[in-house]
């Protein structure tokens, strides 16, 4: 792809992201909470983890238990996030549609129509990553303070945990998983020859 054309897309992506305001925040407030309960749900394996031979002195079955109802959790989590995340872009695409069709009419080919869609997801991905892991760690940071004054013989997980290691995986996860969901939203549209306007 030629740099020209980069930016033609990235430029048609600003624009569509502020001129649907409403939605963009919708779909980052989404994307945020899926990441959010996804995050939650690591902290409280690798607190699991750390504290099992503390919590369960007598019965060792539980933590096998409790493992397996995490992994378990962790298998359906993705998938359902996933969904979450596709039908906040059908929106945005539902919104779009008449462009879309306007642009099938004359000739435009499917990734021509895609790419806007595709840099879209990618920058609301990332934006939902950041403000997801700023939020757990202020929820994080506020349960950690309240939790050492009740619970001194579980060790926790220190906040900086969050902002320093878990970071990088959901900005690598937002910029992945958001712009395939808008190709899987799209796809419906786009088999359509013309969207009636």
Do not use: H
Request: glycine share 4%; aromatic share 12%.
């Amino acid at each position: 792809m030629k740099i020209n054309t980069f930016k033609y897309f990235f430029l048609d992506a600003i624009k569509s992201l502020k001129r649907n305001v409403t939605l963009t925040i919708g779909s980052v407030i989404s994307i945020s909470a899926t990441f959010f309960i996804v995050g939650l749900f690591l902290l409280y394996m690798i607190l699991l983890n750390k504290n099992s031979a503390t919590i369960f002195i007598i019965n060792k079955q539980a933590v096998t238990i409790f493992r397996y109802v995490g992994v378990a959790v962790f298998i359906i989590l993705p998938p359902l996030s996933l969904l979450l995340i596709v039908n906040e872009i059908k929106m945005i695409v539902f919104s779009r549609r008449c462009e879309i069709s306007i642009m099938k009419s004359i000739g435009a080919t499917d990734w021509f129509i895609r790419w806007p869609f595709i840099i879209e997801g990618l920058v609301i991905g990332i934006i939902g990553a950041f403000v997801a892991n700023l939020a757990l760690f202020c929820a994080y940071s506020f349960i950690c303070t309240i939790a050492k004054e009740f619970l001194t013989e579980i060790s926790l997980v220190q906040p900086t945990f969050i902002i320093k290691t878990m970071i990088l995986p959901f900005v690598i996860a937002g910029a992945f998983i958001v712009p395939i969901a808008s190709i899987i939203a799209l796809r419906k549209v786009l088999n359509c020859a013309v969207l009636e306007i």
